[in-house]
């Protein structure tokens, strides 16, 4: 029994998150949309075509959380119509904007005139919302202008922003910021995440793992991550993106050879032994898969294929029963182990 007197087998309530994807027609909404919860590759975006009005689509995010997306066309009709005669419908009880903004447009002060509208509705409607803004295309900038281009976009959308504290990104479709760019944002969305990391750390600990990354199982953006004071030292600061694309990239692939569909869950694990270090990435939950980071050494490589597994009751209560903290993590072997459920690779000489 919890301490308000709800079971404690008992269902959570689905906890619905509404999220508006706005910005102008041809900012490249709808693509990234796509690429993250459509499983599409950059290449195939082309075929899309202009969102009309409002297209909506639930994806439910870890267990019990759902998103509520709005991806919200952008032609100057649809936009007038959000903010007059459909106002309240669309700018309340939002949790999340997610405004878009084409780095080459050609008419930046009329995208600005834009965005202090809808900011004006929001404030109205759902002072509370976050708001995030994607500065989108970056691709198309010569590398040497990026930062300065960028910087100054962010000022003028920050001195139109209100009373909004505005989270900004660099994104593009033919690179991992995208996907940095919504785990953050989904990130602020999981309400029990403290719990999942207070957990991870503990698990961490019990197979001197230098780095764990939990992953989403559908999306493969990142939900969380622990790193102990080896793993900071990695060089490579975007790692959890950059393996956000490669495995999702893997998974398309296996998707062109199996027939099954690139939402499906077409491998179950793999095992990659090292030098330097072993690499262990799993079907974990029923919604995440993990990758765990551990030295080199056969029995720390069982040990964390079977403390991972002796974890996942305890992470499976909160994936799907979404309290904020739950019993402390089973007690944990040192002992190792060996799976035949899993496909060992090992570096070549």
């Not at 027939?259 to 690499?279: D, I, N, R, W």
């Not at 799993?282 to 029995?299: C, M």
Request: net charge neutral; glycine share 6%; aromatic share 8%.
């Amino acid at each position: 029994m919890e301490p308000n007197g709800v079971p404690s087998n008992a269902p959570a309530k689905t906890k619905k998150k509404k999220v508006l994807l706005m910005g102008k027609s041809g900012s490249g909404k709808s693509s990234m949309r796509s690429i993250v919860f459509s499983n599409y590759v950059a290449r195939d975006t082309g075929r899309l075509v202009a969102t009309i009005d409002v297209e909506h689509s639930h994806v439910r995010f870890l267990g019990n959380l759902t998103l509520n997306l709005w991806d919200c066309g952008g032609q100057d009709a649809f936009v007038e119509n959000y903010l007059n005669t459909q106002r309240h419908h669309v700018f309340s009880n939002v949790g999340v904007l997610i405004y878009v903004f084409d780095i080459e447009s050609r008419e930046f002060d009329r995208d600005l005139i834009t965005f202090s509208a809808i900011i004006r509705a929001l404030s109205e409607n759902s002072p509370s919302a976050s708001v995030f803004c994607l500065i989108h295309k970056m691709d198309l900038v010569q590398s040497n202008y990026r930062a300065r281009l960028y910087a100054d976009r962010l000022a003028h959308i920050e001195d139109r922003s209100e009373n909004f504290q505005i989270t900004a990104f660099a994104t593009s479709i033919w690179d991992q910021s995208l996907y940095r760019a919504w785990a953050r944002i989904i990130y602020t969305l999981i309400p029990n995440v403290q719990a999942i990391e207070d957990h991870l750390k503990r698990l961490a600990q019990s197979i001197q793992a230098e780095e764990i990354i939990l992953f989403e199982r559908t999306t493969f953006l990142v939900v969380t991550h622990v790193t102990n004071e080896y793993g900071t030292e990695n060089p490579c600061e975007d790692r959890h993106e950059r393996l956000s694309n490669v495995v999702k990239t893997f998974k398309q692939t296996l998707s062109r050879f199996s027939g099954l569909s690139a939402s499906a869950p077409q491998f179950k694990g793999q095992v990659m032994k090292l030098p330097k270090f072993t690499l262990l990435i799993d079907r974990f939950t029923t919604n995440t898969y993990i990758l765990v980071i551990v030295p080199p050494g056969e029995s720390l490589a069982n040990g964390a294929i079977l403390n991972t597994k002796t974890a996942v009751k305890d992470f499976e209560k909160m994936d799907e029963l979404g309290r904020p903290g739950g019993a402390a993590p089973p007690a944990l072997s040192n002992q190792g182990g060996s799976s035949s459920e899993h496909t060992e690779g090992r570096e070549r000489s």
